[in-house]
């Protein structure tokens, strides 16, 4: 899911997360007229939004329904390896891809190089370095790794120099305050959830959301050098236990109106 706390959602991002929290990313046309009604959004504008998701490719109208299509089914694959967070033990050895000075590109090609690269979890050290540790599976993101195998080279050594700053280039304190307070959030909203109350839904998408945004965001670190209190397996831990509660309000909600 995608979304934000302080900005109006709109049709199509309303849409976007549900689809995407779904598994598989497919729910009747009904379910998601409702959904954005939790927004104040209309269902003319639903329609709408879900007739130029298709033109753009993210999404196809499949059996009195939608689902995911395009680059949203990448986006998906990225949420849920992210929930699932799975890395290898650590040996020392750190991932470089060097963006090649000599080669020409448009600007969209850019943008799409450095999205490619912070999807594999690449932080850009210094300019045209971008470096991570080797401890996550070299086949992750594969949407993305043609992206930097085009314009980058790739290597791994076991001591760069100078030694990457950690701290400021994952903004490791930054994104452990987020997690403290999504966790927070997701605490307080447990309450309502945990009685049934509909009320509670609207704004549990927007936390789910942002969970989701914040989990794909975590580096995925080795231990050895996070801090001894990182949240990430305890912002993971506690966003199971409220998705379970959130969806099966939200099951309940759409049975009401079956």
Request: proline share 7%; with cysteine.
């Amino acid at each position: 899911m995608s979304s934000s706390r302080n900005t109006p959602l709109t049709a199509r991002s309303v849409l976007a997360s549900v689809l995407l929290g779904t598994d598989p990313p497919r729910l009747p046309t009904r379910m998601l007229v409702r959904t954005t009604a939790l927004f104040g959004i209309s269902e003319g504008s639903t329609r709408t939004a879900l007739s130029r998701m298709v033109s753009a490719g993210e999404a196809v109208a499949d059996a009195g329904g939608y689902r995911l299509a395009g680059r949203l089914v990448s986006r998906q694959q990225r949420q849920i390896a992210s929930r699932q967070a799975e890395v290898r033990l650590w040996d020392g050895t750190w991932e470089l891809a060097t963006i090649d000075a000599d080669t020409r590109r448009t600007a969209a090609d850019r943008v799409a190089l450095r999205q490619a690269l912070a999807a594999l979890r690449l932080a850009e050290t210094r300019e045209g370095v971008w470096i991570r540790p080797d401890n996550l599976d070299p086949e992750r993101s594969p949407g993305s790794a043609p992206v930097v195998e085009r314009w980058c080279t790739r290597w791994r050594a076991t001591r760069p120099d100078p030694a990457p700053d950690v701290e400021r280039l994952w903004a490791l304190r930054s994104w452990s305050r987020q997690a403290t307070d999504l966790r927070r959030t997701m605490a307080r909203l447990l309450v309502p959830l945990g009685e049934g109350d509909t009320t509670a839904l609207a704004g549990g998408f927007v936390t789910s959301a942002a969970v989701l945004r914040a989990l794909q965001a975590d580096p995925l670190l080795p231990p050895e050098l996070l801090p001894s209190d990182w949240p990430g397996s305890g912002l993971r831990a506690d966003y199971d236990t409220y998705d379970a509660a959130y969806r099966a309000v939200l099951r309940a909600w759409f049975q009401a109106d079956a």
